[in-house]
């Protein structure tokens, strides 16, 4: 059974810095695309960053690019998300996202999900 948990969400002043985490049991995080989304209130699910061939090759939302970084741990089956420069338009639920299907696009439907962790960023 896949089971993804997100941890390191919190409430931050803008400019700020947090880190998230999603450790995965039962899957394989090098495998296939790993990615976060995020869900602002009242707003459709985003896709922040994404990741292949083990961390390798990696994609970013225009919104975050040069202040979001998502990098993978595969000893410790962990992604991460090291967010800086928090804009309060960063506030959002992050969710941690896996697919086994290698290679196409990281903005696609997966086939794993995590429940979440609160991002608040204040002004």
């Known amino acids: 059974q896949v089971e993804l948990v997100e941890s390191g969400g919190g409430s931050v002043q803008a400019g700020g810095s947090l880190r998230l985490s999603c450790k995965a049991s039962?899957?394989?995080?090098?495998?296939?695309?790993m990615a976060w989304f995020r869900q602002a209130p009242g707003k459709e699910r985003e896709g922040v960053a994404g990741?292949?061939?083990?961390?390798?090759?990696?994609y970013y939302a225009d919104s975050v690019k040069g202040r979001f970084t998502i990098s993978q741990d595969n000893a410790q089956n962990t992604l991460y998300l090291q967010m800086n420069s928090l804009k309060p338009e960063d506030t959002a639920r992050y969710y941690c996202?896996?697919?086994?299907?290698?290679?196409?696009?990281?903005?696609?439907?997966?086939?794993?999900w995590g429940r979440g962790t609160q991002v608040t960023v204040s002004s």
């Open positions: 039962g899957y394989i995080v090098r495998a296939g695309c």
């Open positions: 996202a896996a697919d086994p299907v290698p290679g196409g696009s990281w903005r696609r439907t997966f086939a794993y």
């Open positions: 990741a292949f061939s083990g961390g390798d090759i990696t």
